[in-house]
């Protein structure tokens, strides 16, 4: 996605995206093998952004991902769309799991067409990082609001699944506000 990591400091900032979309996406998994049946769907939608945002995060030219790669993400991401769109029968509170499977749908075609670095839509681009940037400050707020006054154990604060929940949808915010930049 970001082309290849010719310095440190851009391989090392790669691959903790990398890092950071995979554990959001098992904790994902996670919430969705625990949860009521009614939030399994969500869940299972931000299992798959993360571990699609993963994959493309990795910088190119890593040996075994091929020319087949970005087909592959692209109908996975575009999988994800409908899934999304599924989603949307429960209520436009899911509108979210929408525009970020259209994000990584776009992100996904841009790249399996070759144009990488400048070949997306600009109008498009700057659309989606207004709509990410207004979503990772909200989601940043709520996130500090919630975390006022936990519990104390062993000196170190109670997260209720509810914050890890949002920090977890922040986490995967920030990621794509770090990737909509290189297309």
Same mark, same amino acid.
């Given at each position: 996605?970001?082309?290849?990591?010719?310095?440190?400091?851009?391989?090392?900032?790669?691959?903790?995206?990398?890092?950071?979309?995979? =554990?959001?996406?098992?904790?994902?998994?996670?919430?969705?093998?625990?949860?009521?049946?009614?939030?399994?769907?969500?869940?299972?939608?931000?299992?798959?952004?993360?571990?699609?945002?993963?994959?493309?995060? =990795?910088?190119?030219?890593?040996?075994?991902?091929?020319?087949?790669?970005?087909?592959?993400?692209?109908?996975?991401?575009?999988?994800? =769309?409908?899934?999304?769109?599924?989603?949307?029968?429960?209520?436009?509170?899911?509108?979210?799991?929408?525009?970020?499977?259209?994000?990584?749908?776009?992100?996904?075609?841009?790249?399996?067409?070759?144009?990488?670095?400048?070949?997306?839509?600009?109008?498009?681009?700057?659309?989606?990082?207004?709509?990410?940037?207004?979503? =990772?400050?909200?989601?940043?707020?709520?996130?500090?609001?919630?975390?006022?006054?936990?519990?104390?154990?062993?000196?170190?604060?109670?997260?209720?699944?509810?914050?890890?929940?949002?920090?977890?949808?922040?986490?995967?915010?920030?990621?794509?506000?770090?990737?909509?930049?290189?297309?």
């Amino acid at each position: 996605m970001h082309g290849p990591a010719t310095s440190l400091p851009a391989s090392v900032a790669a691959w903790l995206l990398v890092l950071l979309c995979l =554990v959001s996406g098992a904790y994902c998994v996670r919430r969705v093998r625990r949860s009521a049946r009614e939030a399994r769907g969500a869940a299972a939608g931000e299992a798959v952004m993360g571990f699609g945002m993963a994959v493309m995060a =990795v910088p190119s030219g890593m040996p075994g991902i091929g020319p087949w790669g970005p087909g592959i993400l692209s109908a996975v991401c575009c999988g994800a =769309v409908l899934h999304a769109v599924w989603l949307l029968r429960g209520g436009v509170h899911h509108a979210h799991h929408l525009v970020g499977s259209l994000a990584m749908a776009y992100m996904a075609l841009t790249m399996a067409a070759g144009h990488g670095h400048g070949g997306g839509p600009p109008l498009v681009t700057g659309a989606l990082l207004l709509y990410f940037a207004g979503y =990772v400050l909200l989601g940043g707020a709520r996130l500090v609001t919630a975390g006022g006054g936990g519990a104390q154990l062993a000196g170190a604060p109670q997260v209720s699944p509810v914050e890890l929940t949002r920090a977890c949808r922040l986490a995967m915010g920030i990621g794509m506000l770090a990737m909509l930049p290189g297309l």
